[in-house]
C-alpha cells in the first residue's frame, strides 16, 4: 500500500483546482448524493441536448480529494460526449477499481485514481459522482419513456 | 497496572500489517478482545451451551446458572443488582427500549424530553422519534464553547413537564465528561428521569448508577473488551417493573391466553426470545476483567494517553486539536490536518499500521457545531502505550509532510 499510488500530483491537482466546480445556469437535471457513511456530498449539474450530448457538467459539495477529484476529473471528461460514452467512461472506471480489466484508453486523467483499489474503503469515494451521474440518466431515461 | 504486559493478552494485536506495529487507536469505536474473554465464550459453547430457562436437565440449568452469572458480572460493574440489568444487542437497543416503552407511555402532547446536539444519533433519534410520535416538545441543551453540556444549560430547559433527560455520560467526539450527578438531581427535583447513554463511560472510567443517580443506563459489550452483539440496560427497579415490554415472544411472559397475556417480573420481560448466551457469557467475563484491571486505573492511563497524544498533535503545525485544553479526562482525541480532509488523513494513517476513525462519528449536529464537516479521532484503551502515542504521532507528522508535498 502507498500513498504515492492514490494520491498523484494529478488528483491532487483536480482537488486543488476542481474544473466545473459550482452550479449550471440552466440544468437540464441536478442530482444530489450523500455518502452518510464520511459525510461527502455531491450535486451535480448537467446539460443534456435533444440529440443526448452532454453540452456542460458542473459539480458542487465538500469531501475528501479523492471523491473531489474525480468528480473535477469524470465531469472533465464527458463534456461533449454523448450520455451512451460517459456511461461506458463510468463503467470503465468502475472496473478499474474492481481490478477487472478495463478500457483505459476512455478514462484520461481518471486512470490516475487507479491506486485508490488499494484501499477498499475508498472505492465509494471516487465512485460517488459516477453514481450521481447514473442517476441522474436513469431519471432522464424513465422521463423521455414516459413521453414515448 | 502494565500495558505491555495486557497488550499480549489480545491476539489481534499480534497482526503487523505491512509488516508494521499494528497501533489500534479506535477503540471508541469497539475494542479489542482479550483470551479471557475468547475462551469464555469458547468454554461456554464447548462446555455449557442449552437454551436457558427453559430445559429441565442438568445441561441447560448450567447454561442458566453461567447466563444469570454474567448478568450479576455485569450488575457488579456498575454497582447496581442483576434484576435491574437487561440483557440487549448494545447501547443502541438499550436507548431505544427506553425510548419505546419508558418514553412511549410518559411522553404525550405538553410534555417534554431534553437531550443535546452533542448526542450520538443512538441517543437523539430515539427521542426525537418517540416525541413525534407522541406530540411531545424535544429540548435541546445549548452546548458551551468546548462542546460541553453543563448542568446550568440542562437547569435552563428543564421544567416541571421535563419527563425523561437523555444524555450522553461521555462524548464519543470529544471525550468531554458530562457531570452527571449534579444533573440527576437537578432532573430528579423536577420529577423527570434520567437516561445515560454510557456506551464510552463504562469501559473506561468506575461507574456507580447509585452515586450517579442515572435512572437508565445502556452500554455496549464490545467497547469494553466483550463480544459483539450483547450490550445491557441499568434501569430502577420501580421503572422498569412499569414498563411495558418491547419485544414479545418466548422467555417474557406469565401466562398467555388466546386473548391477553401478563409478563414475567425484569429483566426478563424485556428479554423475549433466546437471548445472546454466548455474547452474555462473553461480556460478563469481560467485566470481570475490567475490575481485575481496576477501572480507576484504566481511566487514569486513558486519559494520560490522551492528554499526551492531544499535547504532541497541538505541537504540530497545521493540525487542529478540538475539544477542551489542557488535561484530558477521558480517552479520546479528535483533530484534523489543516486543508485536508479526515477520511484522507485516515488512509495515510493506515499506511503507517494507525487505525483511526474518520467522519463524522455519527454525530452530525455537534459536528455542525464545531464547525467542521468530519474529523479524525484516536482513542486510547488500557492495551495502549506510549508507542501507541509516539506512532501516530509520527504517522501524522508523516501525513502532513505528504499532503504538503503532493498539493505542492
Known amino acids: ?148 | 497496572m502494565n500495558p505491555t504486559a495486557l497488550r499480549a493478552e489480545f491476539p489481534l494485536l499480534r497482526r503487523r500489517p505491512g509488516g508494521q506495529r499494528l497501533c489500534y487507536v479506535d477503540s471508541a469505536a469497539t475494542s479489542q478482545k482479550p483470551l479471557c474473554v475468547l475462551d469464555a465464550v469458547r468454554r461456554y459453547y464447548e462446555e455449557d451451551n442449552a437454551n436457558v430457562y427453559r430445559g429441565v436437565y442438568a445441561l441447560a440449568a448450567r447454561a442458566t446458572e453461567e447466563f444469570e452469572n454474567a448478568r450479576a458480572a455485569v450488575a457488579g460493574l456498575i454497582g447496581a443488582e442483576p434484576d435491574e440489568v437487561v440483557f440487549t444487542r448494545g447501547t443502541t437497543e438499550g436507548l431505544n427500549l427506553v425510548a419505546a416503552s419508558y418514553g412511549e407511555r410518559v411522553l404525550r402532547p405538553g410534555t417534554n424530553v431534553v437531550t443535546s446536539p452533542a448526542e450520538h444519533h443512538s441517543n437523539l433519534l430515539p427521542w426525537q422519534q418517540v416525541a413525534l410520535r407522541r406530540g411531545a416538545e424535544l429540548r435541546y441543551v445549548e452546548l458551551d464553547a468546548d462542546g460541553r453540556v453543563t448542568p446550568d444549560a440542562v437547569a435552563a430547559v428543564l421544567d416541571e413537564d421535563t419527563r425523561v433527560v437523555a444524555l450522553a455520560h461521555v462524548s464519543n467526539v470529544l471525550g468531554t465528561v458530562t457531570d452527571v450527578d449534579r444533573i440527576a438531581e437537578l432532573v430528579h427535583a423536577r420529577g423527570g428521569v434520567l437516561a445515560v447513554d454510557g456506551a464510552q463511560s463504562v469501559p473506561h472510567r468506575p461507574v456507580d448508577v447509585k452515586a450517579l443517580g442515572a435512572d437508565f443506563l445502556a452500554f455496549s459489550g464490545h467497547k469494553m473488551c466483550g463480544p459483539t452483539g450483547i450490550g445491557a440496560l441499568y434501569g430502577r427497579r420501580e421503572l422498569l417493573r412499569q414498563m411495558p415490554p418491547v419485544y414479545y415472544g418466548g422467555e417474557m411472559i406469565e401466562e398467555v391466553t388466546l386473548t391477553g397475556a401478563t409478563w414475567k417480573e425484569p429483566p426478563l420481560r424485556f428479554e423475549g426470545g433466546t437471548p445472546n448466551i454466548a455474547g452474555a457469557v462473553g461480556m460478563g467475563a469481560a467485566a470481570r476483567f475490567l475490575q481485575d484491571v481496576g477501572l480507576e486505573e484504566i481511566r487514569r492511563h486513558g486519559s494520560e494517553l490522551a492528554s499526551a497524544a492531544a499535547d504532541g498533535l497541538r505541537g504540530i503545525e497545521g493540525v487542529t486539536v478540538y475539544g477542551p485544553k489542557g488535561h484530558r479526562d477521558s480517552a479520546v482525541v479528535t483533530f484534523n490536518i489543516d486543508g485536508v480532509h479526515a477520511h484522507d488523513v485516515a488512509t495515510a494513517l493506515d499506511t503507517h499500521g494507525v487505525c483511526v476513525r474518520a467522519g463524522h462519528h455519527c454525530c452530525q449536529p455537534l459536528m455542525r457545531h464545531l464547525g467542521a464537516v468530519s474529523t479524525a479521532r484516536a482513542s486510547f484503551y488500557l492495551y495502549n502505550d506510549v508507542e501507541d502515542v509516539r506512532q501516530l504521532l509520527a504517522a501524522v507528522r508523516d501525513a502532513r509532510e505528504f499532503f504538503r508535498r503532493v498539493a505542492g
Not at chain 1, 500500500?1 to 440544468?27: A, C, F, I, K, T
Not at chain 1, 470503465?92 to 474503503?121: M, N, T, Y
Open chain 1, 1 to 148: 500500500m502507498s500513498l504515492d499510488d492514490v494520491y498523484r500530483q494529478v488528483v491532487m491537482d483536480h482537488y486543488q483546482n476542481p474544473r466545473h466546480h459550482g452550479h449550471l445556469e440552466h440544468p437540464t437535471l441536478s442530482v444530489g448524493l450523500h455518502n452518510p457513511s464520511c459525510g461527502d456530498q455531491l450535486e451535480v449539474d448537467l446539460l443534456v441536448d435533444a440529440d443526448g450530448i452532454l453540452r456542460d457538467a458542473s459539480f458542487d459539495g465538500q469531501g475528501c480529494s479523492i471523491s473531489m477529484a474525480s468528480a473535477s476529473m469524470f465531469l472533465d471528461l464527458i463534456r461533449g460526449k454523448s450520455v451512451e460514452e460517459a456511461r461506458r467512461i463510468a463503467e470503465a472506471f468502475k472496473d478499474l477499481l474492481r481490478k477487472e480489466s478495463a478500457d483505459r484508453s476512455l478514462l484520461g486523467d481518471l486512470e490516475a485514481l487507479e491506486g485508490v483499489s488499494q484501499f477498499p474503503a475508498r472505492v465509494k469515494c471516487a465512485t460517488l459522482v459516477m453514481n450521481a451521474f447514473e442517476q441522474a440518466m436513469d431519471r432522464l431515461e424513465s422521463k423521455g419513456g414516459d413521453k414515448g
